[in-house]
T-cell receptor, first 114, second 111 residues
Framework: DGGITQSPKYLFRKEGQNVTLSCEQNLNHDAMYWYRQDPGQGLRLIYYSQIVNDFQKGDIAEGYSVSREKKESFPLTVTSAQKNPTAFYLC?????????????FGPGTRLTVL | RKEVEQDPGPFNVPEGATVAFNCTYSNSASQSFFWYRQDCRKEPKLLMSVYSSGNEDGRFTAQLNRASQYISLLIRDSKLSDSATYLCVVNRDNYGQNFVFGPGTRLSVLP
């Protein structure tokens, strides 16, 4: 079964801790994205990667970091510098970053800061 | 003004009703347009792309008016399973990092 997996489904973090959210895809897609969703708001882009070993900041990258060491994997670290990290985090992928017409989403990770 | 705006909702309609959602976008250079469906606490899933000529998929019809920068989604013969939030998505150009998501319109179809 091809698709995107995210883990964990729910994550609780104490203030001051860094946490890493996992995103894996077996769709052989070049491009991957991380979004954040808050209630009543549209998804906002955190980081994206067009190709292995390359990634770019999105609209709200402050307090987050990523890596793209393998085509299949694009983990997101929420650092202690992120002021309001409680949100629903969605990972997505597309065949390529250029001229793409569809993004496919993973099931999401719901992060709560205690 | 937000780049993509949608009807605030929620829409509560009886089964079998026809319901229409509206979406406006501010960037006239936008290239491609989509409707995604998002169930409660789940990920968005592509419902349909929106083409200039309009397109239909079963009970769903999407229309695009580039001159007015307006997109619509019509659902005919609503089913209980249509209850979800509908996201209007606009791509500023043809690059994946430039998708802009509207806040969504929630639909509840009532028995």
């Amino acid at each position: 079964d091809g698709g995107i997996t995210q883990s964990p489904k729910y994550l609780f973090r104490k203030e001051g801790q860094n946490v890493t959210l996992s995103c894996e895809q077996n769709l052989n897609h070049d491009a991957m994205y991380w979004y954040r969703q808050d209630p009543g708001q549209g998804l906002r882009l955190i980081y994206y990667s067009q190709i292995v070993n390359d990634f770019q900041k999105g609209d709200i990258a402050e307090g987050y970091s990523v890596s793209r060491e393998k085509k299949e994997s694009f983990p997101l670290t929420v650092t202690s510098a992120q002021k309001n990290p409680t949100a629903f985090y969605l990972c997505a992928s597309s065949i390529e970053a250029g001229f793409t017409d569809t993004q496919y989403f993973g099931p999401g990770t719901r992060l709560t800061v205690l | 003004r937000k780049e993509v705006e949608q009807d605030p909702g929620p829409f509560n309609v009886p089964e079998g009703a026809t319901v229409a959602f509206n979406c406006t976008y501010s960037n006239s250079a936008s290239q491609s347009f989509f409707w995604y469906r998002q169930d409660c606490r789940k990920e968005p899933k592509l419902l349909m792309s929106v083409y200039s000529s309009g397109n239909e998929d079963g009970r769903f019809t999407a229309q695009l008016n580039r001159a007015s920068q307006y997109i619509s989604l019509l659902i005919r013969d609503s089913k209980l399973s249509d209850s979800a939030t509908y996201l209007c998505v606009v791509n500023r150009d043809n690059y994946g990092q430039n998708f802009v998501f509207g806040p969504g319109t929630r639909l509840s179809v009532l028995p």
